[in-house]
């Protein structure tokens, strides 16, 4: 059974991925584009970015 990323990555550094993310989009980068960017920048899968940015919007998350 794959391990959930709640498992293996502490919720600040999700937060810290997902501030990342909502920042560079603010910069008019694409949303594809930018869950490259970031997910290249913290060593994670693009996978796991959208799963962050998923639970980011749900929680409401900063910056939002």
């Given amino acids: ?3 959930k ?3 293996t990555t502490p919720e600040p ?3 810290e991925i997902f501030q ?3 920042e560079t989009q ?3 980068v694409g949303v594809v ?3 490259q960017i970031v997910a290249d920048r913290f060593g994670v899968s693009e996978v796991q970015v ?3 940015e998923e639970e980011g919007l ?3 998350w900063p910056p939002l």
Avoid: G, Q, T
């Fill in 26 to 28: 603010d910069r008019e």
């Fill in 1 to 3: 059974m794959p391990r």
């Fill in 33 to 35: 584009k930018s869950r």
């Fill in 50 to 52: 959208r799963e962050i």
């Fill in 58 to 60: 749900d929680n409401e």
């Fill in 5 to 7: 990323l709640e498992d």
């Fill in 13 to 15: 550094r999700r937060m």
């Fill in 20 to 22: 990342a993310l909502v």
